[in-house]
């Protein structure tokens, strides 16, 4: 079955330490997106990408960087800059344009200590 | 700007009562789409519906129903005879065109809601 994969489900880090999430979709979409969900803060853009080698930032992307290498694949670095990286961080991926909306992953719950 | 507004942030029910989330956005667009998700436990985001801002008809889809009124920027969502399955965070959201060809989504704060048994 086509979907998206997030792994690891829950991350542990120690503060000032980088950390990599993954995100791996066999739907074929070119258009793959991270975002971050707080406690009642909704859902907020931090990277997407179009095309493979190509990615822009979203509405709060400092602190964090991407890259897309694969056209299959959106890893997501959380660095150290980024001053309350504990969250939950989902990835989506859509067609080119978006225009039929997101398919999402399962998110990963990232903590850091 | 864009914006999703679900003023509702927690709703608590008792089983096989009818409820309503509330949906309000913004958008200086004349196209644009809009969405339901729901988060259940498991923090997976599934797909509920795409509604197109041409297409005022509401929709149902057995106990789920959908009001999309243009006049009032509004695009509700009523579950009838919840059921504790219902209990979920559930996620408003617009599609609008960012540039280029590209559309993006913006999503409302969502809602919890809560169906006890």
């Known amino acids: 079955d086509g979907g998206i994969t997030q792994s690891p489900k829950y991350l542990f880090r120690k503060e000032g330490q980088n950390v990599t999430l993954s995100c791996e979709q066999n739907?074929?979409?070119?258009?793959m997106y991270w975002y971050r969900q707080d406690p009642g803060q909704g859902l907020r853009l931090i990277y997407y990408?179009?095309?493979?080698?190509?990615?822009q930032k979203g509405d709060i992307a400092e602190g964090y960087s991407v890259s897309r290498e694969k056209k299959e694949s959106f890893p997501l670095t959380v660095t150290s800059a980024q001053k309350n990286p504990t969250a939950f961080y989902l990835c989506?991926?859509?067609?080119?344009?978006?225009?039929?909306?997101?398919?999402f992953g399962s998110g990963t719950r990232l903590t850091v200590v | 700007a864009q914006k999703v507004t679900q003023a509702q942030t927690e709703i608590s029910v008792v089983e096989k009562e009818d409820v309503t989330l509330d949906c309000v956005y913004e958008?200086?667009?004349?196209?644009?789409?809009l969405f339901w998700y729901k988060q259940p436990p498991s923090g997976e985001l599934v797909f509920l519906i795409r509604?197109?801002?041409?297409?005022?008809q509401n929709e149902i889809s057995g106990r789920y129903s959908w009001n999309f009124q243009k006049s009032t920027s509004s695009f509700n969502f009523t579950i009838t005879a919840s059921q504790v399955v219902d209990s979920a965070v559930y996620f408003c959201?617009?599609?609008?065109?960012?540039?280029?060809?590209?559309?993006?989504?913006?999503f409302g704060k969502g809602t919890l809601l809560t169906v006890n048994p």
């Open positions: 989506a991926s859509s067609t080119w344009t978006g225009i039929d909306g997101y398919t």
């Open positions: 739907l074929n979409h070119d258009a």
């Open positions: 990408s179009q095309i493979v080698n190509d990615f």
């Open positions: 958008t200086r667009d004349t196209t644009y789409y």
């Open positions: 509604r197109n801002s041409f297409d005022e």
């Open positions: 959201a617009l599609s609008y065109h960012s540039g280029g060809s590209n559309y993006k989504l913006t």
